[in-house]
């Protein structure tokens, strides 16, 4: 009560105002401390799934605090709510599915309002699926497929996946997952009609697609393989991290069909042969030369008669010029021409001395491990690939980063948040208590102590001072106003001191001797002329 009657009235408003604070402080932390500890029940949800979420658990009567995109309940209930949403459906992913067709009736239903929701229910069961991938955080799936129309042949359904990934994008063998995943799920569907797009990074070409960034990707790969090949094979030989290799690919983007016909004019083929053959034969009589028939009136016979006969064979063959006829269908991905580089490091040797000297590879070395590089990577000159190697000397690479080493405190685990904020929370209420409250009541308490005087001597009549009969209070340093000055014995200072000799002691050496007796009060009696300077200023 004495420090507390000796406090001015801003100081007791000051000291109020801190205990109130961090009355308050203390009773927040002791709620926080004393709650629930909040832990994240469902993240990344749409507006929708998230609403039907949260009215679950207002069914429930369950606490949740909501953050943004994000749901958090007790951490004593949150596996058991997981459990019980999902009994019901909750949270629901990419839309409704094969239940649309359960609310259609027969009565009513048009034959495209069944085949609108056909397809409503297909994109959500695709997108369903898609889900179930733990790197996909939503996804959307659309299917076009227009009216069955018996004169429109050859048509054959599309459709677009539209994913959102936890963390960074889908690579492109999981991009060539969905196309077969969609393309099976509809029928006449190819995997070369499905698009998949990704939020972060755009279209996505898988490697069985014809395009400039599939065959870019192609082209990366297999450089990748050949230069992998190049580095083990060389690494045998020179020693690991001694060669560097480089490999570009270029491959053929375009469709090329060749027709190819050839005929060669030496070579003859007999397609058709033909032969004929005709036999004639013929029978003539010959007059009989006897003495009558050579008189004038004589009678001739008739004599034996001329037979003649005669065979003709003819044979005709048609031949044909030997013709060749070849067809060629050249698609992209053929490599049009390839170029390999080689770097090489040289040999070093030690001498006796210590000294390192470098020196690069024979010439007779450089060929054999030239022919082992063109043997590995199929070389060919004709479509004009390039093989490069040399033996150069290697610079030392700088090192970047630094080194973690163990420190003096072992490194903790996993660190709770909550928990790190709380005990900052606590520490900094106990330092504003300490800065603030405790220490200025301390400061006054040790100035009303130094400021009591001691009952050694007579006191002295001061400004504000207490009486003789009350030496023991504390003196505060203020000027009271309209105070009478009490009737002050006069100070010989020229007096003869009493141990001194008969000897007049100086002034300055007499006001100095009274400091030192009473420090003290000299102290109390300073600081109250500065107190009323300070508090001007």
């Known amino acids: 009560m004495s420090i ?30 004393g709650g629930p500890q909040m832990v994240l029940l469902y993240a990344g949800l749409d507006g929708r799934a998230a609403g039907e979420v949260v009215a679950a658990l207002d069914t429930r009567g369950v606490d949740y605090s909501v953050r943004g995109d994000s749901i958090y309940v007790d951490v004593n209930q949150r596996d058991a709510l997981r459990m019980a949403l999902a009994g019901e459906g909750l949270p629901s992913a990419g839309g409704a599915g094969y239940e649309l067709l359960d609310t ?34 939503a996804a959307r799936v659309h299917i076009s497929q227009g009216p069955e ?49 990704d939020t972060v990074g755009g279209l996505i070409a898988a490697e069985d697609e014809a395009g400039p960034n ?58 058709s042969s033909e032969t004929e053959e005709s036999s004639k034969q013929a029978t003539e009589p010959s007059p009989s030369v006897t003495v009558a028939s050579n008189l004038p009136q004589g009678n001739t ?13 003819r044979e005709r063959v048609n031949y044909d010029v030997s013709e060749t006829q070849r067809a060629l269908t050249r698609a992209p991905g053929g490599v049009k021409r390839l170029t390999v580089a080689v770097l090489v490091d040289g040999t070093v040797t ?25 043997a590995a990577v199929g070389l060919d000159e004709s479509r004009g690939d390039v093989l490069t190697l040399k033996s150069l000397e ?57 400021a009591a005087l001691p009952p050694a001597g007579a006191p002295l009549a001061l400004p504000g001072a207490v009486a003789a009969g009350a ?24 007096a003869a001191d009493a141990g001194g000799g008969g000897e007049q002691e100086d002034p300055a050496t007499r006001l100095r001797r009274l400091i030192e007796e009473r420090q003290a009060e000299t102290i109390e009696i300073l600081r109250g002329w500065l107190e009323p300077e300070e508090e001007r200023a």
Do not use: C
């Open 4 to 33: 507390w009657a000796g406090l001015g009235l801003g100081r007791r408003l000051f000291v109020l105002g801190a205990t109130l604070a961090v009355f308050l402080a203390v009773l927040a932390l002791a709620r926080m401390a």
């Open 104 to 137: 259609l009736s027969g009565f009513g239903t048009t034959s495209q309002m069944f085949d609108a929701a056909y397809w409503r229910a297909k994109e959500g069961e695709l997108a369903r699926t898609i889900l179930a991938m733990p790197e996909v955080r």
């Open 149 to 197: 129309d018996p004169f429109r042949r050859g048509e054959t359904p599309t459709a677009s996946v539209t994913v959102t990934t936890a963390n960074g994008t889908l690579t492109e063998e999981q991009a060539r997952a969905l196309k077969h995943l969609v393309a099976s799920a509809v029928s006449g569907m190819k995997p070369q009609d499905v698009q998949v797009i």
């Open 214 to 271: 599939a065959l870019g990707g192609e082209a990366a790969q297999r450089a990748e393989e050949i230069r992998r090949r190049v580095e083990r094979l060389l690494a045998a030989r020179v020693g690991a991290n001694k060669a560097v290799v480089e490999v570009a690919v270029d491959l053929v983007t375009e469709t090329e069909q060749i027709t190819e016909r050839k005929l060669d004019p030496q070579g003859r083929v007999a397609i």
């Open 301 to 313: 016979g008739a004599g034996a008669g001329g037979q003649s006969q005669a065979n003709d064979t």
């Open 350 to 374: 030690i001498a006796t001395d210590g000294s390192q000297s470098w020196a690069p590879r024979s010439a007779a070395e450089l060929t054999d491990l030239h022919d082992l590089v063109a």
């Open 394 to 450: 290697f610079s030392p690479l700088p090192v970047e980063g630094t080194e973690a080493t163990s420190g003096l405190i072992p490194q903790i685990g996993p660190v709770d948040v909550m928990a790190v904020i709380q005990i900052a929370a606590l520490a900094l209420v106990a330092l504003i208590l300490g800065l603030f409250v405790l220490r200025p009541i301390f400061a006054s308490a040790r100035a009303g102590g130094a």
């Open 471 to 494: 030496a023991g209070e504390a003196l505060t340093g203020e000027i009271d106003t309209g105070f009478a000055l009490p009737d002050l014995p006069m100070v010989d200072f020229m």
